[in-house]
């Protein structure tokens, strides 16, 4: 793989600019996440995605605001650094300090058998992305049984330990994701991967970035 490429982001668009109704709260450029500090590769807080995985999740955005609601977007997009910074933490790091927010049941060295953390990451590839629904009569979150994040069995889609709602609205969310082309993950409610991925082998390493995008 040539390096050039892995710092291309020509293939990559801004992810306000498809859906301008999505909101967008990237969690690993704040402090409130696993680790517990801003992730390597986050320069700023924006999604950004293929073209391809842009336009269908435009569509999502669409039928859901027809009933609705609208698209909180977690993370997008996510260099190749990151991952490695979630892999070394995991291996090596003995910070535990975010163990009740987002793994209060795992130790953190069982993170990578659950299939919380991989060592090749989908988004890498551009056409992942982490998301939930909004109440646009209320501008809250939909309730979907846990928070985005939380490593345990209460986080898999078909999870039935939850309300008949909670585990409705999961699906509410999952049946759009896949109508429009994506394939859920199954451990993460709010994971979703572009099925007809543009770049299916290439695990990209420029930043996020909107400055980076328009070189």
């Given at each position: ?10 293939g990559?668009?801004?992810?306000s ?5 999505a ?9 409130y ?24 999740l ?7 605001i ?24 995991g ?11 987002f793994?209060?049941d795992l ?7 659950e ?10 590839r551009?056409?992942a992305v ?21 490593f ?10 939850i ?23 199954s ?13 299916p ?15």
């Open positions: 793989m040539r390096e050039n490429q892995l710092m291309d982001p020509s990559f668009v801004l992810l600019d498809f859906v301008p109704d909101v967008q709260e990237i969690r690993y450029y704040s402090t996440n696993f680790i517990g500090e801003r992730i390597d590769g986050y320069e700023e807080p924006c999604a950004l995605l293929t073209k391809e995985a842009a336009r269908a435009k569509a999502v955005s669409n039928e859901m027809v009933q609705g609601y609208r698209l909180k977007v977690f993370d997008a997009y996510r260099p190749a650094c990151a991952v490695k910074r979630f892999v070394l933490w291996i090596e790091d003995t910070d535990i300090r975010m163990k009740e927010y793994y209060p130790e953190k060295q069982s993170l990578f058998a299939g919380y953390i991989a060592k090749l990451s989908s988004h890498c551009g056409s982490d998301l939930t629904l909004l109440d646009m009569k209320t501008g809250k979150e939909l309730d979907m049984g846990t928070p985005f994040d939380l345990s069995e209460k986080s898999h889609p078909d999870y039935r330990g309300t008949d709602e909670q585990y409705g609205n999961r699906m509410i969310l999952q049946r759009a994701m896949i109508r429009n082309g994506f394939e859920p993950l451990c993460e409610w709010w994971h979703f991967r572009l099925m007809d991925e543009p770049y082998n290439t695990y990209f390493e420029f930043p996020v970035s909107s400055e980076y995008l328009r070189r």
